[in-house]
């Protein structure tokens, strides 16, 4: 569906301009979405999963966890597809964020995963700058991100950062030059994208921060001892099909949760990079970036 198509609907939660401020920029920000209390018991929710990862010393299907992580000082850098593990996300995941999904990318819509980020000012949170739309191929870029901010997101605790009008321009190579997977830009192609554009959100907990599966994003590590949880959902267009293994394969994952499955497939002509298979499983876009990724180092699982 056309941004223009898209518009032509009514919308569900968002504002027109709001929708119009998404396609122009590649990303936009909702203040207030969910209140104190709601917020409340998700954070209770999460702090039961902080207890459980203590008990872990090697990351697998559920946490994906930081060099040097321990009872004492646990270094959870993500919960896996929170939607499995918990009736509160996947309340989340299939309530009004899928009414924010339908409102960007037609009221035809499919859940594609969900996951939970952690920083811990612990040198091993930083995000670098990555377009999503490599990790998961689709015929078409209506693919887009929702994170809810469950605590104040700050420059100080690693806010994320978009670089505007980024979703128009080039796809980028997130292999390096011998041919590994690493999710980010090359050092060279971050010298060419101008990043001192980046638009670097600071909001309110209960706000929400959408962006596009080309907008070139990323964020700073944590300079906080607060623990910063940023809880993300992705959602495409029912006319959008990937022609790659899902890198989180779970249950509700390929679900229509609005609107109809499609009887036709919407191909965008631009071409999209192909990640390594990962039908074996994946780890993390942490584990990716630090070069975690091979199976005999420390922590590592099989694969954003
Ligand atoms: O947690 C963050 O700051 C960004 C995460 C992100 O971009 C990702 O997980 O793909």
């Known amino acids: 569906m056309t941004p223009e198509a898209v518009l032509s609907h009514q919308p569900r939660v968002l504002s027109q301009s709001q929708r119009?401020?998404?396609?122009?920029?590649?990303?936009?920000?909702?203040?207030?979405?969910f209140g104190p209390s709601e917020l409340a018991a998700i954070r209770t929710v999460v702090g039961e999963f902080i207890e459980r990862s203590k008990q872990e010393t090697r990351s697998g299907e559920v946490f994906d966890l930081a060099p040097g992580h321990s009872a004492g000082s646990p270094r959870l850098r993500r919960l896996r597809r929170p939607h499995q593990h918990h009736p509160l996300f996947w309340e989340i995941t299939s309530g009004v964020l899928a009414d924010v999904a339908a409102d960007l990318v037609g009221p035809d819509v499919v859940f594609h995963h969900s996951k939970l980020n952690f920083k811990w000012n612990d040198g091993h949170d930083q995000v670098d700058w990555h377009q999503d739309i490599q990790?998961?191929?689709?015929?078409?870029?209506?693919?887009?991100?929702?994170?809810?901010?469950?605590?104040?997101?700050?420059?100080?605790?690693?806010?994320?950062?978009f670089i505007p009008e980024s979703h128009t321009g080039e796809l980028f190579d997130q292999y390096d030059e011998q041919g590994q997977w690493k999710g980010c830009l090359s050092?060279?192609?971050v010298e060419r994208l101008d990043v001192s554009r980046a638009d670097y959100i600071e909001a309110a907990a209960g706000a929400i921060t959408v962006h596009n599966c080309r907008t070139v994003h990323g964020s700073p590590p944590s300079r906080?001892?607060?623990?910063?949880?940023l809880l993300l959902n992705a959602y495409a267009s029912a006319d959008a099909f990937p022609y790659t293994p899902h890198p989180e394969p779970a249950p509700h994952v390929g679900e229509v949760i609005r609107g109809q499955p499609a009887r036709w497939a919407h191909h965008d002509p631009r071409p999209c990079l192909i990640p390594p298979d990962w039908s074996g499983g994946y780890t993390s876009i942490f584990a990716a970036q630090a070069g975690e990724d091979d199976p005999d180092a420390a922590g590592s699982v099989r694969p954003t």
Not at 20 to 33: A, P, Q, T
Not at 137 to 161: C, V
Not at 224 to 229: H, M, Q, V
Request: hydrophobic share 35%; no cysteine; aromatic share 12%.
């Open 20 to 33: 119009e401020s998404y396609f122009g920029k590649g990303y936009v920000v909702v203040e207030s979405m």
């Open 135 to 161: 990790f998961y191929p689709h015929t078409n870029y209506s693919p887009l991100t929702i994170g809810l901010l469950l605590e104040d997101m700050t420059l100080a605790n690693g806010a994320l950062g």
């Open 187 to 189: 050092d060279h192609d």
């Open 224 to 229: 906080s001892t607060d623990g910063r949880a």
